[in-house]
T-cell receptor
Framework: AQSVTQLGSHVSVSEGALVLLRCNYS??????LFWYVQYPNQGLQLLLK??????LVKGINGFEAEFKKSETSFHLTKPSAHMSDAAEYFC??????????FGKGTKLSVKP | GAVVSQHPSWVICKSGTSVKIECRSL??????MFWYRQFPKQSLMLMAT?????????EQGVEKDKFLINHASLTLSTLTVTSAHPEDSSFYIC????????????FGPGTRLTVT
């Protein structure tokens, strides 16, 4: 069965510090992986996606993620956090029906 | 980029009434639309998959007679919550896919349903 695990429901960093949000997946087929960001009472915005091309994927707003097959991971990073990065982040795996299987989400807080 | 709209953005209804939520792809044709439900501080759970012109496929545990989905055109899918109850209060989000590619999926802004 396909599944996504996000380690840490809440991550807090200081402004300017490194952001690291962890995501591990389980899939019996080559995965398509995504990171989405959700601001309060809003829909989801795609940050970046991995679709079997380069393992290091660069997204919007300075975020990037690295696909590591041996670790079944797709962690999201950003070198320097900004206050505007505070939001909920979801890692997702492409499902067999074309849907998305989401992790439970990680709330990122950024302290001034 | 592709835009998906949802209407209404929020709705309050009384228990026992029905509510219809619309999901529209504004600048592309969506062969497949997905409906997700998100409880407070939780992740999105897939409710159903709808393909234009055919019956929706519901996930296990989702009552198809309660959550009626219609995908009558390539730009519109509707979710009707029938005989709503307070436990149906949630954030409903649709997404639309324009091609068979997994990376061509776009999300609507969501609809907040509150049943009193």
């Amino acid at each position: 069965a396909q599944s996504v695990t996000q380690l840490g429901s809440h991550v807090s960093v200081s402004e300017g510090a490194l952001v690291l949000l962890r995501c591990n997946y389980s899939s019996s087929v080559p995965p398509y992986l995504f990171w989405y960001v959700q601001y309060p009472n809003q829909g989801l915005q795609l940050l970046l996606k991995y679709t079997s091309a380069a393992t290091l994927v660069k997204g919007i707003n300075g975020f990037e993620a690295e696909f590591k097959k041996s670790e079944t991971s797709f962690h999201l990073t950003k070198p320097s956090a900004h206050m505007s990065d505070a939001a909920e982040y979801f890692c997702a795996l492409g499902g067999s029906q074309g849907n998305l299987i989401f992790g439970k989400g990680t709330k990122l807080s950024v302290k001034p | 980029g592709a835009v998906v709209s949802q209407h209404p953005s929020w709705v309050i209804c009384k228990s026992g009434t029905s509510v219809k939520i619309e999901c529209r792809s504004l600048d592309f044709q969506a062969t497949t639309m997905f409906w997700y439900r998100q409880f407070p501080k939780q992740s999105l759970m897939l409710m159903a998959t709808s393909n234009e012109g055919s019956k929706a496929t519901y996930e296990q545990g989702v009552e198809k007679d309660k959550f009626l989905i219609n995908h009558a055109s390539l730009t519109l899918s509707t979710l009707t919550v029938t005989s709503a109850h307070p436990e149906d209060s949630s954030f409903y989000i649709c997404s639309a896919r324009s091609t068979s590619g997994l990376d061509e999926q776009y999300f609507g802004p969501g609809t907040r349903l509150t049943v009193t």
